[in-house]
């Protein structure tokens, strides 16, 4: 099992910037996929961004490149988000998810079967 704890998440004016973190513990193999999902009230739960433990392809939601950067501390098992020129439509329950293979997933929720809380990020205009 894979326990994940997301944090670092607020409110904040459009334009600003938050920092999300997601620390993993129990049997977190080294290979390894961590993503970030979202999921706004009455919306289905989207993809933002994924990153591979071993470096290489990570794709991005259209919708935040540019402007999101995901980012990792395989010592620690932690993965971060970098949110920067936040949007009212930025809010949402932000997910960190794993997937514990080498086969590289869509960014799909369906392919990720460990998941956290979740925490809220509010952006006002």
């Known amino acids: 099992q894979v326990q994940l704890v997301e944090s670092g998440g607020g409110s904040v004016q459009a334009g600003g910037s938050l920092r999300l973190s997601c620390a993993a513990s129990g049997n977190v193999y080294s290979n390894r996929y961590m993503a970030w999902f979202r999921q706004a009230p009455g919306k289905e739960r989207e993809g933002v961004a994924y990153?591979?433990?071993?470096?290489?392809?990570?794709p991005y939601a259209d919708s935040v490149k540019g402007r999101f950067t995901i980012s990792q501390d395989n010592a620690k098992n932690t993965v971060y988000l970098q949110m920067n020129s936040l949007k009212p439509e930025d809010t949402a329950m932000y997910y960190c998810?794993?997937?514990?293979?080498?086969?590289?997933?869509?960014?799909?929720?369906?392919?990720?079967?460990?998941w956290g809380q979740g925490t809220q990020v509010t952006v006002s205009s």
């Open positions: 998810a794993a997937r514990l293979t080498t086969a590289r997933p869509p960014l799909d929720p369906r392919y990720f079967p460990y």
């Open positions: 990153i591979y433990s071993g470096g290489g392809y990570t």
